[in-house]
């Protein structure tokens, strides 16, 4: 589905734009799903974005009562999971809302993404409950299984909206999107527009298919300027930086596949691929990474 812009909404964007706000915590995630993707399937990805030192790391979670699942987790800001793919083959990555005020944003009582990948299977059964995202602080979500991608976009109030894709894209970075949530971009950093810009330009100078090695390549692009590029590099003021990659292939049939890059301060970069079968569920307590 293509988002129709408005004149004075499009204006609205680019004039928020243009005023000088303070470099802020910033993240990339987007999307393909069944004809976009090559054999089928679907591909989720994330660009963790955030402060130079701040640590990412793999972890298991196996509830008690609940579902599986794989993620990479903010550990020291928040400790919540920035993105996972659960035992079901079900996905979510989120990004921040940071077009809103700290002081509005900063509201979340739980790990919405947790529970998401704790409780569901597949992006039907989320969306079967849309209110649990009135619960939500103001963030961004894609979610997906092998056949649908779908964002919730959460404004302050519980406000949402909601986009869902059988054959197509979806891509965000901090700002909303959606013309009825627009007017909740108070604030609006150069960066989180000219990101958006650059992964629409990688996803839509693509005429045919993705194939997940697609997205890994876009999730390492330098090429869109010191505000635009997707893998960040420590920009001039050396506070914020990529920190992390999630690229998630999805298949129709077979075991979902996940390449993970991380960026920590004072280690080597870090790449690892895993496919995520019935052996690789049934030894995650014992792989090397933390569990709870």
């Known amino acids: 589905m293509k988002r129709k812009w408005t004149l004075a909404s499009l204006c609205a964007v680019i004039l928020c734009c243009t005023i000088p706000f303070p470099s802020a915590r910033a993240c990339t995630i987007w999307a393909a ?7 089928k399937g679907s591909i989720i990805a994330k660009n963790r974005d955030n402060l130079s030192h701040l640590y990412t790391t793999m972890r298991f979670v196996s509830p008690e009562n609940g579902i599986a699942f794989f993620g990479i987790f903010d550990v020291e800001a928040d400790g919540y999971v920035t993105a996972g793919v659960n035992a079901k ?33 597949s992006v039907g059964e989320v969306l079967a409950d849309k209110n649990l995202f009135r619960k939500s602080h103001p963030a961004i979500y894609i979610i997906g299984d092998s056949s649908t991608i779908a964002s919730v976009e959460v404004a302050p109030g519980g406000r949402t909206c909601v ?14 999107t959606c013309k009825r949530l627009l007017k909740a971009n108070e604030r609006l950093s150069r960066s989180s527009f000219l990101r958006l810009q650059r992964i629409n330009h990688l996803l839509s100078a693509n005429a045919a298919s993705f194939t997940a090695a697609d997205f890994i390549a876009f999730s ?23 920190l992390a990659g999630w690229v998630v292939r999805l298949p129709p049939k077979g075991a979902p596949e996940v390449h993970v890059k991380l960026a920590n301060t004072d280690e080597p970069e870090r790449t690892e691929t895993f496919t995520l079968d019935d052996t690789f569920w049934g030894r995650k307590k014992n792989a090397g990474y933390p569990n709870r």
């Open 163 to 176: 986009t869902t894709e059988i054959n197509g894209t979806l891509a965000f970075t901090n700002h909303y």
């Open 89 to 121: 083959g079900f996905v979510v990555v989120n990004a921040s809302a940071n077009s809103v005020p700290r002081k509005k944003r900063h509201t979340a009582t739980e790990d919405l993404t947790e529970r998401l990948l704790t409780s569901f299977g």
């Open 220 to 242: 390492n692009d330098k090429d869109g300027g010191s505000d635009g590029a997707l893998w960040k590099a420590q920009d001039v003021s050396g506070r914020i930086r990529t």
């Open 33 to 39: 799903t069944g004809d976009k993707v090559t054999d």
